[in-house]
């Protein structure tokens, strides 16, 4: 065992106690006095750093700080480096500008303190990882508890900063401690990240930073799954993943994979996305051809479209461009149109709107996206589609913008569309692409409902709104290669359970079943929504393998914006340690719960119920 491991087994547990532990992150906390725990690096025995931590009050201002220490007592840089107060560049790897410090010989957690000026009420911290390469990204915090007067805040994973040479998301982790809109506008317009980072550049300043994302960091699955565990967690070598099974062989799956696999140990990780994308698409053609989409409700009073008329009128935050990936149209039923006989064109960047109807909509590639130049002081981008003869349609699908995380912002938030010159009913609010292909991010708009896709006042419950709500699974209860659950239930304002469908929902990875050895094994992901939760029939459980330095996630995905107000999860119970045990919960990419989900036991689930109320 390594030092680290030794260390941190004779140091209190990062929650305080071995009991299951989970708060919800409260609303604008008040204090003057921080304390950030570094409870453990990714993989590194001796040392854990940071590139930077960003306070915002309540005023969108960032706090003046007193004074700061650290009971570290071997560092390597300042903490001056770690609070810049966003006058340097925040994802740098450059290690001068960095703060990393020794903890393998503590006696207790390593801490950062600082003393604000004066009390404070905050509303967001962004946390930057180490990042002075993919070697010693390792040195970057894991885990991380922070406390505000003694009050714990915020508890729970800490991205590992892969470099720019990742794809994974390169602008920190932000923690949010209101959705109040108009102190997030106060603090975007002191956000130096959001003025002048990654998503902030020009179109062209990022196109080389999405080719190195779309480019970098392909993990085999193959071989990585069945001859390595996942990294960090164990130190015995050549471990082999154990075989599993819900011994309900006579039991099919929702969706065989079988054309998906091959005996080639080369199987790359971005084919685990497609095929979890490929299963939500399935799901979603699947009701289609059933008949079941809403859009199938009424053939009366369709349009017989010739001419379609888009106004662009909102990005999602960048500065200088807005795009989308593509568009597709829905006939009777909510029945996909294809071949169509139909021009597009648009006011702006012209060469490239061919592009919105090439059918490559699943994609991280520019090449097959259209980016415009946008301004908000000038006229609307419109987009024009001619038809060559009059066509009933019902509706169109949306593939926003998602060449890469930080350009995901310059997908389209607000549009306003016309029929043969018509207005409709807006304008209509569109959901943020994710920025990878985890899932089909598609999103349906049907003409005779727009009212759904209206922005929405708040009602007086104080419930959560957003469009995808993502659960990222951490860590298991000991297992270390397979983690799941029994079910999901989520409840809106009126405290009514919403019926999710398998369009709602997609897992990365899907389920045990991308593994080259499983097949038809029944704990896919769709049974999560089956009603089945507090239950020891493993055909009604989800698992998914545990990938290397990756977490689980699913996501539960509305077209419409949706309001919660509760979220239960049941654990995996066939065999407690694979079930879930520290998970984030986050709407729209910003964090709203992190906690622990009580273990299951043969006879009991495990059940955490988190509350979305803000009051």
Request: charged share 25%; glycine share 6%.
């Amino acid at each position: 065992m390594s030092k680290s491991g030794d260390t941190k087994n004779s140091m209190p547990d990062c929650n305080g106690s071995d009991e299951a532990y989970g708060f919800a992150i409260p609303e604008l906390p008040r204090g003057e006095l921080f304390r950030f725990i570094l409870c453990s690096s990714w993989d590194d025995p001796h040392f854990i750093g940071l590139n930077a931590i960003e306070l915002f009050n309540a005023v969108g201002e960032r706090p003046q700080i007193d004074k700061m220490r650290t009971n570290a007592t071997i560092t390597r840089g300042s903490l001056d480096n770690v609070f810049k107060n966003g006058e340097e560049n925040l994802s740098t790897n450059d290690p001068s500008k960095m703060w990393s410090a020794r903890y393998d010989n503590l006696t207790e957690l390593l801490y950062i303190e600082i003393h604000l000026k004066e009390q404070e009420s905050i509303a967001m911290i962004r946390i930057w990882n180490y990042n002075e390469s993919r070697v010693h990204a390792l040195c970057g915090v894991h885990d991380l508890r922070i406390e505000l007067d003694g009050i714990t805040i915020f508890q729970g994973e800490i991205s590992c900063a892969f470099t720019f040479e990742s794809e994974e998301e390169s602008m920190g982790d932000t923690i949010l401690f209101t959705t109040n809109d108009t102190i997030l506008e106060l603090i975007a317009e002191n956000d130096k990240c959001l003025r002048e980072d990654e998503i902030m550049r020009s179109a062209l300043d990022l196109h080389e930073l999405v080719n190195d994302l779309e480019e970098e960091d392909r993990l085999t699955i193959s071989a990585t799954m069945e001859a390595s565990p996942r990294t960090g967690i164990s130190s015995v070598p050549n471990a082999l993943r154990p075989a599993t099974s819900a011994r309900r062989p006579e039991v099919r799956s929702a969706m065989r994979f079988s054309d998906q696999k091959s005996g080639n140990t080369d199987v790359i990780e971005e084919t685990v996305s497609e095929i979890s994308a490929i299963h939500c698409s399935t799901e979603r053609d699947k009701k289609i051809e059933s008949g079941e989409m809403k859009a199938e409700q009424e053939d009366i009073g369709l349009p017989l479209l010739k001419v379609f008329h888009m106004e662009l009128l909102e990005n999602w935050g960048a500065p200088d461009c807005i795009g989308l990936t593509g568009l597709q149209f829905l006939g009777r039923h909510g029945i996909v149109l294809d071949n169509l006989d139909c021009n597009v064109t648009t006011s702006t960047a012209t060469q490239t709107s061919y592009r919105l109807l090439n059918g490559k909509n699943l994609t991280k590639n520019r090449e097959d996206m259209w980016l415009s130049p946008y301004s908000r002081n000038s006229s609307p981008v419109r987009i024009t589609v001619t038809f060559a003869e009059p066509t009933i349609t019902s509706g169109i699908c949306v593939w926003n913008y998602n060449a890469s995380p930080e350009m995901s912002y310059a997908g389209v938030r607000c549009i306003q569309m016309y029929i043969n010159g018509k207005m409709l009913q807006g304008p209509i609010l569109l959901r943020k692409a994710p920025g990878y292909i985890h899932f089909d991010y598609v999103q349906d708009i049907i003409f005779n409902k727009c009212t759904l896709y209206k922005p929405i006042s708040r009602p007086q419950t104080h419930s959560i709104n957003g469009f995808i709500y993502q659960l990222r699974l951490h860590s298991s209860w000991g297992d270390e290669y397979y983690i799941g659950l029994n079910g999901l239930e989520f409840y809106n304002h009126r405290e009514e359970l919403i019926k999710l469908l398998p369009q709602n929902l997609a897992a990365f990875p899907e389920s045990v079943n991308i593994l080259p050895n499983v097949n038809d094994d029944p704990r896919t992901s769709d049974k999560l929504i089956d009603g089945y939760n507090d239950t020891e029939n493993p055909s009604h459980m989800w698992l998914t393998p545990i990938l290397p330095n990756r977490c689980a996630r699913v996501f539960v995905i509305f077209d419409t914006p949706t309001y919660v107000s509760l979220v239960n999860v049941y654990n995996y119970r066939k065999t407690p340690e694979r079930g879930a045990r520290l998970v984030t919960i986050s709407v729209d990419d910003l964090i709203v719960f992190s906690g622990e989900v009580p273990q299951s036991t043969s006879y009991k689930t495990g059940i955490l119920s988190v509350s979305l109320r803000e009051s």
